[in-house]
């Protein structure tokens, strides 16, 4: 069975949803993580073996306008978010 429209063409309609989806409040599109990372100062612990990584930091990385844009969330806010979803 084939479809009238070609896959493609819904390309435009999932854009526009993934666009009105990011408005509503409280929903983050994109990802939310959390990571531990080195500083790169060399005599910290994050350098030794095994490291001693700073954080954690939760980050929120999504696409605005085709570039990727991260940003750190407090506990509080990461709390709010994922209350709300």
Do not use: F
């Amino acid at each position: 069975m084939s479809t009238s429209k070609p896959i493609n063409a819904w390309a435009a309609t999932r854009r526009a949803l993934a666009e009105a989806m990011g408005q509503i409040d409280g929903l983050l599109p994109g990802s939310v993580v959390r990571r531990h990372m080195r500083c790169g100062k060399q005599d910290c612990a994050c350098t030794a073996d095994p490291p001693t990584l700073h954080g954690p930091y939760i980050q929120w990385t999504r696409t605005v306008n085709g570039k990727t844009v991260t940003r750190y969330l407090s506990e509080d806010e990461l709390a709010r978010y994922h209350r709300q979803a």
